[in-house]
Protein backbone atom coordinates (compact mmCIF):
# COMPACT_ATOMS: atom_id res chain seq x y z
CA UNK A 1 0.00 0.00 0.00
CA UNK A 2 1.57 3.86 -1.23
CA UNK A 3 0.74 5.65 -3.33
CA UNK A 4 3.25 7.57 -6.27
CA UNK A 5 2.63 11.89 -6.63
CA UNK A 6 1.84 11.02 -10.32
CA UNK A 7 -1.18 9.60 -8.77
CA UNK A 8 -1.96 12.14 -6.47
CA UNK A 9 -2.27 14.64 -9.29
CA UNK A 10 -4.11 12.01 -11.67
CA UNK A 11 -7.08 11.27 -8.88
CA UNK A 12 -7.43 14.84 -8.39
CA UNK A 13 -8.00 16.10 -11.86
CA UNK A 14 -11.32 13.65 -11.37
CA UNK A 15 -11.98 14.02 -7.73
CA UNK A 16 -15.11 15.86 -6.11
CA UNK A 17 -14.13 19.01 -4.12
CA UNK A 18 -14.30 17.09 -1.04
CA UNK A 19 -11.24 15.14 -2.15
CA UNK A 20 -7.92 16.72 -1.33
CA UNK A 21 -5.59 18.24 -3.54
CA UNK A 22 -1.67 18.65 -4.08
CA UNK A 23 -1.88 20.95 -6.98
CA UNK A 24 -0.73 24.04 -4.36
CA UNK A 25 1.18 22.45 -1.86
CA UNK A 26 5.00 23.72 -1.32
CA UNK A 27 6.69 21.15 -1.23
CA UNK A 28 9.73 22.58 0.59
CA UNK A 29 7.51 22.36 3.57
CA UNK A 30 7.48 18.58 4.66
CA UNK A 31 4.46 18.71 7.05
CA UNK A 32 2.26 20.19 4.51
CA UNK A 33 3.06 17.52 2.34
CA UNK A 34 2.49 14.73 5.05
CA UNK A 35 -0.46 15.82 5.80
CA UNK A 36 -1.93 16.14 2.21
CA UNK A 37 -0.83 12.28 1.70
CA UNK A 38 -2.40 11.52 4.97
CA UNK A 39 -5.64 13.17 3.75
CA UNK A 40 -5.51 12.11 0.05
CA UNK A 41 -5.53 8.19 1.85
CA UNK A 42 -7.99 9.20 4.30
CA UNK A 43 -10.57 9.85 1.25
CA UNK A 44 -9.37 6.60 -0.09
CA UNK A 45 -9.77 4.52 3.47
CA UNK A 46 -12.82 6.07 3.58
CA UNK A 47 -14.37 4.76 0.28
CA UNK A 48 -13.60 1.01 2.03
CA UNK A 49 -15.44 2.00 5.41
CA UNK A 50 -12.04 2.75 6.92
CA UNK A 51 -11.51 6.02 9.26
CA UNK A 52 -7.95 6.71 10.14
CA UNK A 53 -8.09 7.18 14.15
CA UNK A 54 -11.58 5.85 13.88
CA UNK A 55 -13.87 4.36 16.52
CA UNK A 56 -14.39 0.22 14.31
CA UNK A 57 -11.92 -2.09 15.12
CA UNK A 58 -10.63 -2.59 11.86
CA UNK A 59 -9.79 1.34 11.88
CA UNK A 60 -6.25 1.99 12.22
CA UNK A 61 -5.00 4.24 14.94
CA UNK A 62 -1.74 5.92 13.83
CA UNK A 63 1.25 6.82 16.57
CA UNK A 64 3.70 8.02 14.25
CA UNK A 65 2.94 10.76 11.33
CA UNK A 66 5.97 9.87 9.22
CA UNK A 67 3.92 6.39 8.67
CA UNK A 68 2.32 8.78 5.39
CA UNK A 69 5.53 9.25 3.94
CA UNK A 70 6.94 5.33 4.42
CA UNK A 71 3.80 3.88 2.97
CA UNK A 72 4.33 6.83 -0.47
CA UNK A 73 7.93 5.54 -1.06
CA UNK A 74 7.29 1.19 0.42
CA UNK A 75 3.87 0.79 -0.50
CA UNK A 76 3.13 -2.77 1.57
CA UNK A 77 6.14 -3.36 2.59
CA UNK A 78 6.23 0.12 3.99
CA UNK A 79 2.80 -0.16 5.87
CA UNK A 80 4.14 -3.86 7.78
CA UNK A 81 7.69 -2.63 8.30
CA UNK A 82 5.50 0.05 9.94
CA UNK A 83 3.38 -2.04 12.37
CA UNK A 84 6.38 -4.41 13.19
CA UNK A 85 7.98 -1.00 14.22
CA UNK A 86 4.63 0.03 16.34
CA UNK A 87 3.85 2.67 14.08
CA UNK A 88 0.55 2.07 13.73
CA UNK A 89 -2.26 -0.61 15.40
CA UNK A 90 -5.01 -2.15 14.40
CA UNK A 91 -7.62 -4.40 16.39
CA UNK A 92 -8.84 -6.07 13.30
CA UNK A 93 -5.90 -6.17 10.65
CA UNK A 94 -7.25 -8.94 8.90
CA UNK A 95 -10.78 -7.10 8.38
CA UNK A 96 -8.55 -3.49 7.26
CA UNK A 97 -6.62 -5.74 4.59
CA UNK A 98 -10.27 -7.21 3.38
CA UNK A 99 -11.67 -4.12 2.85
CA UNK A 100 -8.70 -2.57 1.45
CA UNK A 101 -8.53 -5.52 -1.21
CA UNK A 102 -12.36 -5.85 -1.79
CA UNK A 103 -12.51 -1.80 -2.07
CA UNK A 104 -9.25 -2.16 -4.61
CA UNK A 105 -7.39 -0.06 -2.93
CA UNK A 106 -4.31 -1.87 -3.29
CA UNK A 107 -4.55 -1.43 -6.63
CA UNK A 108 -4.18 2.52 -6.54
CA UNK A 109 -1.79 2.85 -3.85
CA UNK A 110 1.35 1.06 -4.37
CA UNK A 111 4.76 1.84 -4.16
CA UNK A 112 5.69 1.61 -7.43
CA UNK A 113 9.53 1.21 -7.33
CA UNK A 114 9.72 -1.78 -4.50
CA UNK A 115 6.87 -3.24 -7.01
CA UNK A 116 8.74 -2.97 -10.13
CA UNK A 117 12.42 -4.00 -8.39
CA UNK A 118 10.61 -6.80 -6.94
CA UNK A 119 9.15 -7.66 -10.96
CA UNK A 120 12.56 -7.50 -12.03
CA UNK A 121 14.32 -9.96 -9.67
CA UNK A 122 11.19 -12.13 -10.64
CA UNK A 123 11.50 -11.94 -14.34
CA UNK A 124 14.98 -12.24 -14.96
CA UNK A 125 16.19 -14.51 -11.77
CA UNK A 126 15.10 -18.39 -10.89
CA UNK A 127 14.37 -17.03 -7.20
CA UNK A 128 13.83 -20.78 -6.86
CA UNK A 129 16.62 -22.51 -8.22
CA UNK A 130 17.81 -25.91 -6.09
CA UNK A 131 20.43 -23.77 -4.84
CA UNK A 132 18.06 -21.25 -3.47
CA UNK A 133 15.51 -23.50 -2.42
CA UNK A 134 16.25 -23.91 1.37
CA UNK A 135 16.09 -20.53 2.07
CA UNK A 136 12.46 -20.15 3.04
CA UNK A 137 12.95 -23.67 5.31
CA UNK A 138 16.15 -21.64 7.29
CA UNK A 139 13.77 -18.66 7.81
CA UNK A 140 10.29 -19.61 7.86
CA UNK A 141 10.09 -23.31 8.72
CA UNK A 142 13.03 -23.30 11.12
CA UNK A 143 11.76 -20.57 12.90
CA UNK A 144 11.28 -23.22 15.94
CA UNK A 145 9.32 -26.46 16.89
CA UNK A 146 8.13 -24.94 19.70
CA UNK A 147 6.32 -21.93 17.86
CA UNK A 148 5.07 -24.32 15.49
CA UNK A 149 3.54 -26.27 18.35
CA UNK A 150 1.82 -23.83 20.12
CA UNK A 151 0.06 -22.29 16.85
CA UNK A 152 -0.85 -25.58 14.78
CA UNK A 153 -3.51 -28.51 16.16
CA UNK A 154 -2.08 -31.86 17.56
CA UNK A 155 -1.96 -32.88 13.54
CA UNK A 156 1.18 -29.89 12.89
CA UNK A 157 -0.99 -29.34 9.70
CA UNK A 158 0.08 -26.20 8.17
CA UNK A 159 -2.08 -25.71 5.65
CA UNK A 160 -5.75 -24.49 4.87
CA UNK A 161 -7.83 -27.07 6.86
CA UNK A 162 -11.46 -27.62 5.37
CA UNK A 163 -14.49 -26.36 7.49
CA UNK A 164 -16.63 -28.39 6.07
CA UNK A 165 -18.54 -29.74 8.91
CA UNK A 166 -15.71 -28.98 11.19
CA UNK A 167 -16.51 -27.39 14.97
CA UNK A 168 -12.74 -26.72 15.51
CA UNK A 169 -9.22 -26.46 13.83
CA UNK A 170 -8.30 -30.01 14.86
CA UNK A 171 -11.51 -31.39 12.92
CA UNK A 172 -11.03 -28.89 10.08
CA UNK A 173 -7.38 -30.84 9.46
CA UNK A 174 -8.56 -34.36 9.75
CA UNK A 175 -11.31 -33.11 7.64
CA UNK A 176 -8.84 -32.02 4.76
CA UNK A 177 -6.29 -34.88 5.46
CA UNK A 178 -8.65 -37.47 4.90
CA UNK A 179 -10.44 -35.65 2.13
CA UNK A 180 -6.80 -35.63 0.63
CA UNK A 181 -6.51 -39.70 1.11
CA UNK A 182 -9.60 -39.97 -0.49
CA UNK A 183 -9.13 -37.85 -3.34
CA UNK A 184 -5.76 -40.09 -4.56
CA UNK A 185 -7.84 -43.15 -3.78
CA UNK A 186 -5.13 -44.31 -1.43
CA UNK A 187 -4.94 -48.29 -1.24
CA UNK A 188 -3.36 -50.82 1.59
CA UNK A 189 -0.16 -51.39 0.28
CA UNK A 190 0.09 -48.95 -1.91
CA UNK A 191 3.43 -46.67 -2.10
CA UNK A 192 2.84 -42.44 -1.79
CA UNK A 193 5.14 -39.32 -2.47
CA UNK A 194 4.86 -36.72 -0.28
CA UNK A 195 6.76 -33.16 -1.66
CA UNK A 196 6.45 -31.12 1.48
CA UNK A 197 5.66 -33.28 3.91
CA UNK A 198 5.85 -30.40 6.84
CA UNK A 199 5.93 -31.84 10.16
CA UNK A 200 4.59 -35.61 9.05
CA UNK A 201 0.92 -34.72 9.45
CA UNK A 202 -0.11 -36.66 5.61
CA UNK A 203 2.59 -39.08 6.05
CA UNK A 204 1.26 -39.98 9.66
CA UNK A 205 -2.78 -40.12 9.27
CA UNK A 206 -2.53 -41.93 5.68
CA UNK A 207 0.53 -44.31 7.24
CA UNK A 208 -1.52 -44.98 10.07
CA UNK A 209 -5.57 -45.00 8.68
CA UNK A 210 -4.87 -46.22 4.72
CA UNK A 211 -2.02 -48.51 5.37
CA UNK A 212 0.27 -47.36 2.89
CA UNK A 213 4.17 -46.44 2.92
CA UNK A 214 5.04 -42.44 2.36
CA UNK A 215 8.12 -41.04 1.12
CA UNK A 216 7.97 -37.36 2.32
CA UNK A 217 10.45 -34.56 1.22
CA UNK A 218 11.14 -31.12 2.93
CA UNK A 219 13.47 -28.55 2.91
CA UNK A 220 13.49 -27.75 6.77
CA UNK A 221 15.67 -29.33 9.22
CA UNK A 222 13.42 -28.99 12.01
CA UNK A 223 10.48 -30.07 10.21
CA UNK A 224 12.00 -33.13 9.51
CA UNK A 225 13.46 -33.75 12.81
CA UNK A 226 9.84 -33.47 14.20
CA UNK A 227 8.29 -35.50 11.39
CA UNK A 228 10.41 -38.15 11.81
CA UNK A 229 9.74 -38.53 15.85
CA UNK A 230 6.13 -38.50 14.94
CA UNK A 231 6.10 -41.44 12.50
CA UNK A 232 8.25 -43.61 14.24
CA UNK A 233 7.54 -47.01 13.43
CA UNK A 234 5.61 -46.52 10.75
CA UNK A 235 6.21 -47.39 7.21
CA UNK A 236 7.67 -43.65 6.46
CA UNK A 237 10.56 -41.95 5.69
CA UNK A 238 11.42 -38.48 5.59
CA UNK A 239 14.15 -36.93 3.54
CA UNK A 240 16.20 -33.45 3.65
CA UNK A 241 15.72 -33.37 -0.22
CA UNK A 242 14.91 -30.94 -2.81
CA UNK A 243 12.11 -32.65 -5.29
CA UNK A 244 14.53 -32.01 -8.18
CA UNK A 245 17.00 -34.19 -7.21
CA UNK A 246 14.13 -37.69 -6.18
CA UNK A 247 14.47 -40.87 -8.29
CA UNK A 248 11.98 -44.13 -8.38
CA UNK A 249 8.20 -44.16 -9.04
CA UNK A 250 5.46 -44.44 -6.83
CA UNK A 251 1.67 -45.10 -7.08
CA UNK A 252 0.55 -42.09 -5.63
CA UNK A 253 1.80 -38.17 -5.11
CA UNK A 254 0.50 -35.78 -2.77
CA UNK A 255 1.59 -32.11 -2.51
CA UNK A 256 0.24 -29.95 0.53
CA UNK A 257 1.43 -26.06 0.51
CA UNK A 258 3.92 -26.49 -1.57
CA UNK A 259 3.38 -25.32 -5.06
CA UNK A 260 3.60 -21.78 -3.40
CA UNK A 261 7.54 -22.27 -3.29
CA UNK A 262 8.40 -23.35 -7.07
CA UNK A 263 7.78 -20.47 -8.79
CA UNK A 264 7.01 -20.08 -12.34
CA UNK A 265 10.34 -20.65 -14.20
CA UNK A 266 9.84 -24.28 -12.55
CA UNK A 267 6.60 -25.04 -12.99
CA UNK A 268 7.07 -27.12 -15.92
CA UNK A 269 10.54 -28.68 -13.99
CA UNK A 270 7.91 -29.52 -11.36
CA UNK A 271 5.16 -31.21 -13.69
CA UNK A 272 7.58 -33.18 -15.99
CA UNK A 273 9.42 -34.64 -12.24
CA UNK A 274 5.83 -35.54 -10.57
CA UNK A 275 5.38 -37.07 -14.22
CA UNK A 276 8.00 -39.28 -14.29
CA UNK A 277 7.88 -40.29 -10.69
CA UNK A 278 4.21 -41.59 -10.61
CA UNK A 279 2.82 -44.85 -12.03
CA UNK A 280 1.01 -44.66 -15.51
CA UNK A 281 -2.49 -45.59 -13.35
CA UNK A 282 -1.66 -43.17 -10.56
CA UNK A 283 -2.93 -40.29 -8.88
CA UNK A 284 -1.26 -36.65 -8.10
CA UNK A 285 -3.18 -34.28 -5.31
CA UNK A 286 -1.78 -30.95 -5.77
CA UNK A 287 -2.76 -28.86 -2.73
CA UNK A 288 -1.95 -25.14 -3.20
CA UNK A 289 -2.71 -20.97 -2.58
CA UNK A 290 -4.37 -20.20 -5.54
CA UNK A 291 -3.40 -16.30 -6.50
CA UNK A 292 -6.66 -14.31 -8.29
CA UNK A 293 -4.53 -12.83 -10.95
CA UNK A 294 -1.29 -14.72 -12.37
CA UNK A 295 1.69 -12.96 -11.52
CA UNK A 296 5.33 -13.62 -11.36
CA UNK A 297 6.16 -12.40 -8.01
CA UNK A 298 4.05 -12.22 -4.45
CA UNK A 299 3.56 -9.44 -1.83
CA UNK A 300 7.21 -7.38 -0.77
CA UNK A 301 6.45 -7.43 2.69
CA UNK A 302 6.02 -11.45 2.63
CA UNK A 303 8.70 -12.25 0.13
CA UNK A 304 11.03 -10.28 2.86
CA UNK A 305 9.62 -11.38 6.13
CA UNK A 306 8.03 -14.62 5.71
CA UNK A 307 8.34 -16.36 2.68
CA UNK A 308 10.93 -16.10 1.02
CA UNK A 309 11.06 -16.61 -2.93
CA UNK A 310 7.65 -17.79 -2.69
CA UNK A 311 5.09 -16.99 -5.89
CA UNK A 312 1.11 -17.92 -5.71
CA UNK A 313 0.10 -19.46 -8.67
CA UNK A 314 -2.97 -18.58 -10.31
CA UNK A 315 -5.38 -21.48 -11.79
CA UNK A 316 -4.33 -20.17 -15.28
CA UNK A 317 -0.78 -20.91 -14.44
CA UNK A 318 -1.04 -24.41 -13.15
CA UNK A 319 -3.01 -25.32 -15.73
CA UNK A 320 -1.04 -24.58 -18.33
CA UNK A 321 2.08 -26.39 -16.23
CA UNK A 322 -0.04 -29.48 -15.83
CA UNK A 323 -1.21 -29.24 -19.73
CA UNK A 324 1.81 -31.35 -21.24
CA UNK A 325 1.55 -33.85 -18.42
CA UNK A 326 -1.27 -34.23 -16.89
CA UNK A 327 -5.15 -34.29 -17.26
CA UNK A 328 -6.67 -32.33 -15.17
CA UNK A 329 -9.75 -34.78 -13.33
CA UNK A 330 -11.31 -32.25 -10.50
CA UNK A 331 -10.39 -28.75 -9.21
CA UNK A 332 -11.96 -28.27 -5.65
CA UNK A 333 -11.38 -24.44 -4.59
CA UNK A 334 -12.67 -23.46 -0.19
CA UNK A 335 -10.39 -20.50 -0.02
CA UNK A 336 -12.74 -19.10 2.72
CA UNK A 337 -11.98 -21.84 4.85
CA UNK A 338 -8.08 -20.31 4.77
CA UNK A 339 -8.98 -17.64 6.29
CA UNK A 340 -10.98 -19.58 8.87
CA UNK A 341 -7.45 -20.87 9.74
CA UNK A 342 -5.32 -18.62 9.77
CA UNK A 343 -8.07 -16.93 12.41
CA UNK A 344 -7.40 -19.62 14.37
CA UNK A 345 -4.01 -20.30 14.26
CA UNK A 346 -3.35 -16.43 14.94
CA UNK A 347 -5.80 -16.91 18.51
CA UNK A 348 -3.59 -19.89 19.53
CA UNK A 349 -0.57 -18.30 19.19
CA UNK A 350 -1.49 -15.21 21.11
CA UNK A 351 -2.78 -17.86 23.63
CA UNK A 352 0.65 -19.07 23.61
CA UNK A 353 2.74 -15.85 23.63
CA UNK A 354 3.20 -15.73 27.61
CA UNK A 355 5.53 -19.07 26.94
CA UNK A 356 7.06 -18.23 24.18
CA UNK A 357 7.60 -14.64 24.52
CA UNK A 358 11.47 -15.50 26.13
CA UNK A 359 12.44 -17.51 23.46
CA UNK A 360 11.20 -14.25 20.60
CA UNK A 361 10.43 -10.92 21.35
CA UNK A 362 8.39 -8.40 20.66
CA UNK A 363 8.84 -7.34 17.54
CA UNK A 364 8.76 -11.20 16.64
CA UNK A 365 5.05 -11.45 18.17
CA UNK A 366 3.84 -7.98 15.95
CA UNK A 367 5.28 -9.37 13.18
CA UNK A 368 3.81 -12.86 13.22
CA UNK A 369 0.61 -11.65 14.13
CA UNK A 370 0.76 -9.46 10.97
CA UNK A 371 1.34 -11.68 8.72
CA UNK A 372 -1.67 -14.38 9.94
CA UNK A 373 -3.79 -11.33 9.87
CA UNK A 374 -3.18 -10.18 6.58
CA UNK A 375 -3.21 -13.27 4.76
CA UNK A 376 -6.08 -13.93 6.26
CA UNK A 377 -7.73 -10.64 5.25
CA UNK A 378 -6.48 -12.00 1.54
CA UNK A 379 -8.62 -15.07 1.85
CA UNK A 380 -11.27 -12.78 3.03
CA UNK A 381 -11.69 -10.62 0.61
CA UNK A 382 -11.04 -13.84 -2.44
CA UNK A 383 -7.97 -12.58 -3.77
CA UNK A 384 -6.50 -15.64 -2.70
CA UNK A 385 -7.82 -18.88 -3.16
CA UNK A 386 -6.90 -22.54 -2.38
CA UNK A 387 -7.04 -25.57 -4.77
CA UNK A 388 -6.95 -29.02 -4.56
CA UNK A 389 -6.03 -29.93 -7.99
CA UNK A 390 -6.92 -33.94 -9.09
CA UNK A 391 -4.29 -34.90 -11.59
CA UNK A 392 -3.85 -38.03 -13.60
CA UNK A 393 -1.53 -38.77 -16.90
CA UNK A 394 -3.29 -38.59 -20.26
CA UNK A 395 -3.65 -42.39 -21.35
CA UNK A 396 -6.35 -44.11 -22.54
CA UNK A 397 -8.73 -46.34 -20.55
CA UNK A 398 -8.07 -45.37 -17.30
CA UNK A 399 -11.05 -45.62 -14.97
CA UNK A 400 -13.33 -42.77 -14.72
CA UNK A 401 -12.59 -40.17 -11.81
CA UNK A 402 -15.10 -39.37 -9.50
CA UNK A 403 -14.80 -36.46 -7.82
CA UNK A 404 -14.94 -36.29 -3.95
CA UNK A 405 -16.48 -33.93 -1.62
Known amino acids: MGVTT ?25 QNATSAVERWIGTQLANAGITINGSNPWDPQVHNPALWDRILSKGSLGLGEAYVDGWWDCEQVDEFISRIISARLDEKMTGRWVIFRHWILAKFINRQSEKRAYQ ?3 QHYDAGNDLYQAMLDPTMAYSCGYWHKAKNLHEAQLNKLRLICEKADLKKGESVLEIGCGWGSFAELAAKEYGVSVTGITISKEQKKLADERCKGLPVNIALQDYRSLDGQYDKLVSIGMFEHVGPKNYDTYMRTAH ?16 AKTSVGTDPWIDKYIFRNGVIPS ?3 ISEAVEPYFVIEDVHNFGPDYAT ?6 KNFEAAWPELKDQYNERFYRMWVYYLKTCAGAFRSRSLQLY ?12 RYQSIR
Open 6 to 30: KQLNDHNTTSSQNDSTLQDINYSDQ
Open 136 to 138: VGE
Open 276 to 291: RLMKNDGIFVLHTIGN
Open 315 to 317: LTQ
Open 341 to 346: TLMAWC
Open 388 to 399: QVVLRKRLDRLP
